[in-house]
């Protein structure tokens, strides 16, 4: 596609059930990037994939929270034992090769709504 | 925390006027960028800015950057019902592909 997709758009599911959240980056963009946005907040850093390497993990509120990227492509962010304070929009944003000077390409977000 | 604050958080203008957004950082970096959200949804990326460039522009866009005083600010001039959105700055901690984005703020251009 022409641009980072992802799905479901919305989400609403009960507390306590996982749920799962699709990323499609744009093609031959080997950087990868979820992001979690509160009601009115900035985005705040979940987790960054670069090609083969390990990915930096650093910004997961729990370990409830967990990702991966298969073949280098579509990433999916898993949520365990879903919460209520989980309840945000969840971006997802990809670069060419993650530098510095690169701009990031978003998707149009996951709404989850945790009730 | 290097996060960046965007000032004002809020800010509503009439069609025609200019917006001048401020944000302020705490660690040094290498780049900034500045990016616009529309209706809580993906961002869009508007501008970069090097820490060795003081102003850049990009259409109605200006962009400062003070790098001794920790801050840049976006001017959109000219504004327009259509610039109505959210406004973030993104900040690298020292030019890694970790960027920090602040808090944002909230602009409406009133036709």
């Known amino acids: 596609g022409a641009g980072v997709s992802q799905s479901p758009s919305n989400k609403v599911t009960e507390k306590g059930k996982d749920v799962e959240l699709r990323c499609d980056p744009i093609s031959g963009h080997t950087a990868l990037y979820w992001y979690r946005q509160s009601l009115g907040q900035g985005l705040e850093f979940l987790i960054y994939f670069q090609g083969n390497s390990a990915p930096d993990k650093s910004g997961l509120p729990s370990d409830r929270f967990s990702a991966e990227r298969t073949g280098g492509s579509v990433s999916t962010l898993t949520i365990q034992r879903t919460q209520q304070e989980d309840s945000a929009v969840y971006l997802c944003?990809?670069?060419?090769?993650?530098?510095?000077?690169?701009?990031?390409?978003f998707g149009p977000g996951t709404r989850l709504l945790v009730l | 925390s290097q996060q960046g604050e965007e000032d004002p958080q809020a800010l509503s203008i009439q069609e025609g006027e200019n917006a001048t957004m401020n944000c302020s950082y705490k660690t040094s970096i290498n780049n900034l960028q500045w990016y616009r959200q529309n209706s809580g949804r993906g961002l869009v990326h508007l501008i970069l800015?090097?820490?060795?460039?003081r102003e850049k522009h990009s259409g109605r866009l200006r962009v400062t950057l003070d790098t001794s005083k920790k801050s840049s600010s976006l001017l959109i001039t000219a504004s327009r019902a259509a610039d109505t959105a959210s406004y973030f700055c993104?900040?690298?901690?020292?030019?890694?592909?970790?960027?920090?984005f602040g808090t944002g703020t909230r602009l409406k251009v009133l036709a």
């Open positions: 944003a990809s670069s060419p090769r993650g530098g510095a000077k690169e701009t990031q390409y």
């Open positions: 993104a900040t690298d901690a020292g030019g890694t592909y970790k960027y920090i």
């Open positions: 800015i090097r820490s060795n460039e």
